[in-house]
């Protein structure tokens, strides 16, 4: 172990000795800020990330086995219950070491702070906030340079050749228990617009993909001229569910708007020049700042996603690029060529394709009289979605004469009715 990092072990010990007085509550965190975390290698390099990398530098060795927050949430109960789980890259050979930045969230010497696309926070004691899964370090010396190489996993049976796993978690995680998947299972079509790409004509840092649910009709105005679509990605929710409607996902992430334009030097609207600059880009609330030289500004648009495949029906994966040439943002599909000479900066959520329909629901079962029926639900919706199964059990002193069960499919019951209640004892004689 580096000495530095091995002070941060003996830190994290006695933290963890404390904190559990600080956070003794259970209160589980937000379900829209949880995510699934999974463990990436690329050669010796190990790593922890709830944004999809790139697969032509990593592959994925264990994924669902728990879930981080993506912000330190109030809900917690308190913002110090939770902690930044730190990716720290080492100079010397790129090895990543996950722990908890104490001292001002400042990398240990000899390593960078990587900027993530999503942050991770995750908590230093068991049940705190509800956390439950424990995400363990593993440990290899290289030589007797005194440095190590790290591996990771929220399986405590795990084991890597050569390794051996610290005594102590580096914190804990959320389990991906039906508790925290019950996102609904589908979303009211009436929420979702085409999610497009536009390209302008221009080139250079003015050369700008704006990818938007916005009316093709108010894509070029004053400011931005030229601007043809490009494509079409799928579905994304332009508001909230509505507790009107019949399926509601409340999962939802909110996803700003934003752009930079400088006209720069003898530029104008429409028409920037030296110096100036045009990039839209979508990013997930609160997640990023400008940096150097940057001025985005939210236009007012926002929309909504969620995090993870499959949650509420959305199924398409939205990759997101920068081009730091162009200085432009885009947005891919699964298949499409990456981008040239573009950066990867992972997925930015999940949105439903272009043909998402809400799933069939069917009306309650019909009663019996002398019966009453209980339901074992598909999904996690209150409604009666496609696999809804409908039992009749028949009051005391009465027997049932017929059908017992029906299975909901298409938006109708197979069978359509139940069997009747005869009072009494039925009796069957075979010959």
């Known amino acids: 172990m580096d000495s530095l990092s091995g002070l941060f072990f003996i830190l994290s010990v006695i933290n963890c000795a404390q904190s559990s007085f600080m956070c003794p509550s259970s209160t589980l965190p937000s379900l829209g800020i949880l995510r699934g975390v999974s463990v990436y290698k690329n050669n010796d390099i190990y790593r922890l990330s709830i944004d999809t990398l790139p697969s032509s530098n990593f592959s994925v060795i264990s994924s669902g086995r728990g879930k981080l927050a993506t912000s330190d949430s109030v809900q917690c109960p308190l913002t110090s219950c939770m902690f930044e789980l730190a990716t720290n890259q080492r100079n010397t050979d790129n090895i990543i070491l996950h722990q908890n930045n104490f001292l001002n969230g400042i990398a240990p010497a000899g ?249 069939q629901i069917c009306q309650p079962a019909p009663t019996v009289t002398n019966g009453f029926v209980t339901y074992a639900q598909a999904g996690s919706s209150p409604s009666f979605l496609q696999g809804t199964v409908a039992t009749l059990t028949c009051t005391s002193g009465y027997s049932l004469n017929g059908e017992s069960t029906l299975t909901c499919g298409a938006g109708v019951w197979f069978p359509t009715t139940f069997g009747t209640c005869i009072e009494g004892t039925i009796t069957y004689r075979w010959q």
């Not at 068991?126 to 290289?142: K, N």
């Not at 399986?155 to 996102?183: K, M, V």
């Not at 432009?328 to 981008?339: E, I, Q």
Request: charged share 15%.
């Open 111 to 359: 390593y960078n702070k990587l900027s993530v696309s999503t942050p991770m926070y995750c908590v230093q004691v068991m049940g705190d906030c509800g956390a439950d899964v424990p995400i363990y370090r593993y440990t290899r010396p290289i030589g007797t340079t005194g440095s190590s190489y790290y591996a990771y996993s929220l399986d405590s049976s795990a084991e890597y050749a050569g390794f051996t796993r610290e005594a102590l978690p580096i914190c804990f995680a959320w389990s991906t228990s039906p508790s925290y998947s019950n996102c609904g299972d589908g979303i009211n079509p009436a929420r979702l617009s085409t999610l497009s790409t536009y390209v302008n004509s221009l080139t250079g840092p003015n050369r700008d993909h704006f990818t938007t649910a916005a009316s093709p009709a108010t894509i070029n105005n004053s400011t931005l001229t030229g601007y043809t679509k490009s494509t079409d990605l799928g579905l994304i929710a332009t508001g909230q569910s509505l507790a009107s409607d019949t399926l509601r996902c409340s999962c939802l992430i909110k996803v700003i708007q934003m752009l930079d334009y400088q006209s720069g030097f003898g530029g104008t609207n429409g028409a920037p020049g030296l110096f100036g600059r045009i990039d839209h880009k979508l990013i997930r609330e609160n997640s990023e700042t400008n940096g150097l030289g940057e001025q985005y500004v939210a236009t007012g648009e926002v929309l909504y996603c969620v995090f993870e495949r499959g949650t509420c029906g959305a199924t398409v994966p939205i990759n997101k690029w920068y081009n730091p040439f162009d200085i432009d943002t885009l947005y891919t599909l699964p298949g499409d060529p990456a981008p040239s000479l573009a950066r990867s900066d992972g997925t930015l959520c999940y949105i439903w394709p272009s043909n998402y329909t809400l799933p």
